[in-house]
């Protein structure tokens, strides 16, 4: 035997996974399970469609409807919903859209309500207790398990809409889970294997969902690696990628998952050698020799933008975003100082190939 003796400690997601092809048509069912009777409805604006077609599905339990998401989650929004929640009685929240529609259902949901959520993105938000609320262009990281999703229905059918870029850059926002949970604080012999095996389902299967957007086998697999991704996430926890994308978005109200793909290859590949083994893990997984090379080029395939000035970060956010992750480091693999952050992100910012 070779390698240390493992020592860890692993929490799982106490949630209701329900996955299938057309299961948001056991919604109702699944409510009844809760005892919910009074839900209020969160959906994107791009599901408008498929939320009218919850709403159907919902009848006498949908007591009201909020169409205004947005992304990072303002506080005010969440201040305003969940008043909303309170007059109108509601005893539940259920969620239709990506991490923007979670992420308020989640800031509804602390108050006490019981979450239900249906993603259409590959963001695995659903599988965290974790969320993020925008104030005054600071994103604001809270944790409470309260807000953890009682049941999730994965209908893949919902994420056939979903626009080639949107699917490309949600799918690495997903990969970005995966890697990270290999050498986040709380990685494990537990969560390693979702990540892994979450890694490879994406990998194969986000790029044939832009090539095949109506393709349930194709859509059906990626979500089952986002949801993987979720639940390696949020067992293993986050480190300098997802610190990284949160100052970002939260100061320059970036894209979220557009910057965790430009990024992700950057962080790979300066962890990359001091991986040992797991390096060529995170490598076989991708499908490639070098882990970092191989998220790049299948970023760069699918059509993304690979620099982090076309995304809204400005030149002098390289010093100001260095500085502020510096000053208070996630625990990461290699040491982290200012002067390789900075490197880093204007790597990153400059759209270089990785290391
Ligand atoms: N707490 C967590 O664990 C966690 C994890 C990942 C992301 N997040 C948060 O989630 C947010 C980003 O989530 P996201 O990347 O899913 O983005 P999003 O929810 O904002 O969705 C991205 C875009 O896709 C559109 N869209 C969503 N579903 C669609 C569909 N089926 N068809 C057509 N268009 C559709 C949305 O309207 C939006 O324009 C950020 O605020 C981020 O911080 C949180």
């Not at 398990?145 to 209908?155: E, F, H, N």
């Not at 979450?198 to 086998?217: F, Q, S, T, Y």
Request: proline content about 7%; overall charge negative.
């Amino acid at each position: 035997m070779t390698g240390p003796v493992p020592s860890f400690v692993h929490e799982g997601v106490p949630t209701r996974i329900v996955f299938g092809l057309g299961s948001r048509h056991g919604l109702a069912d699944e409510l009844d399970r809760l005892g919910l009777s009074q839900v209020l409805l969160i959906a994107s604006g791009s599901s408008r469609d498929a939320a009218n077609e919850l709403a159907g599905i919902l009848d006498h339990r949908l007591t009201w409807r909020v169409d205004g998401v947005r992304q990072h989650v303002p506080a005010e929004l969440a201040a305003e919903v969940t008043q909303d929640a309170t007059r109108v009685g509601a005893d539940g929240v259920v969620t239709l859209g990506g991490g923007s529609a979670v992420g308020l259902g989640k800031a509804v949901a602390v108050s006490g309500l019981p979450l239900v959520a249906l993603p259409t993105t590959y963001s695995g938000s659903e599988m965290t207790a974790f969320w993020g609320v925008t104030t005054a262009g600071h994103k604001e990281v809270r944790r409470n398990s309260q807000v953890l999703p009682k049941t999730v229905l994965y209908d893949p059918e919902l994420t056939f809409g979903l626009p080639p870029l949107v699917t490309a850059a949600s799918g690495m926002n997903a990969l970005a889970h995966c890697l990270e949970a290999l050498w986040a604080a709380g990685a494990s012999p537990i969560s390693a294997p979702w990540a892994l095996d979450g890694a490879r389902a994406l990998c194969e299967a986000v790029p044939a969902a832009v090539a095949e957007p109506w393709d349930p086998k194709v859509r059906s697999r990626a979500l089952v690696g986002a949801c993987q991704a979720g639940l390696a996430l949020a067992t293993a926890g986050t480190g300098l990628h997802h610190k990284l994308c949160h100052v970002l978005g939260g100061r320059y109200d970036m894209p979220h998952a557009e910057t965790h793909a430009a990024l992700l290859p950057h962080v790979v590949g300066f962890n990359e050698p001091v991986l040992g083994a797991l390096a060529a893990r995170m490598a076989i997984a991708v499908g490639s020799g070098r882990a970092s090379t191989g998220v790049h080029d299948l970023a760069v395939r699918m059509g993304l933008t690979m620099e982090l000035s076309e995304l809204g970060m400005p030149e002098s956010g390289i010093a100001e975003v260095a500085a502020e992750v510096a000053a208070s480091p996630p625990a990461n693999p290699r040491p982290l100082d200012e002067a390789a952050l900075r490197s880093l992100l204007r790597s990153a910012w400059e759209g270089d190939s990785p290391g």
